[in-house]
């Protein structure tokens, strides 16, 4: 009963989600499925690790496709680039199941999910400032506003 719930609440927050904060979302589910392939990877689930991957695949394939590069410029060309990257990586960790390459790709979107907070903050200052504590892939917690190296070039 309650997954049917949280669905529910979902699919109403979704309704009511401006783009940024629909964009944000789709973040969370990317790093939710990565949580998910290394949870698969320990226990050595390749079914679920492959299914994960491929949600996490169709994800960015999602966010790149409505990328607008007429109106986007740099930016545009910066978040294609980044996609591009992301992608290559979590391929390389189907090929070469590794949590701790996982745990660096779940980093990487932590920091450029909050960034799209911050974008989302400036837009709709209504926006709660909120930091919340999520547990990582290793099992440790660490805060979603963490500052992170990130490669974009692959």
């Given at each position: ?31 939710e499925d990565l949580r998910q392939v290394a949870i698969a ?114």
């Amino acid at each position: 009963m309650s997954v049917n719930i949280q669905q529910s609440y979902r699919e109403a927050a979704v309704r009511g989600a401006n783009r940024i904060a629909l964009v944000v979302r789709l973040y969370e589910q990317m790093i939710e499925d990565l949580r998910q392939v290394a949870i698969a990877i320990e226990q050595n689930d390749v079914e679920r690790r492959s299914s994960r991957i491929k949600h996490a695949l169709l994800v960015i394939a999602h966010l790149q496709s409505t990328l607008d590069f007429a109106q986007g410029g740099k930016v545009a060309q910066d978040l294609d680039n980044f996609y591009n990257a992301l992608r290559q990586n979590v391929v390389w960790v189907q090929f070469h199941p590794s949590k701790r390459a996982v745990s660096q790709v779940i980093t990487d979107l932590l920091a450029l999910r909050e960034a799209w907070i911050q974008v989302e903050r400036v837009e709709n200052p209504s926006v709660a400032n909120t930091n919340t504590v999520r547990p990582v892939a290793s099992g440790a917690t660490e805060t979603e506003t963490d500052a992170v190296q990130m490669d974009w070039n692959g």
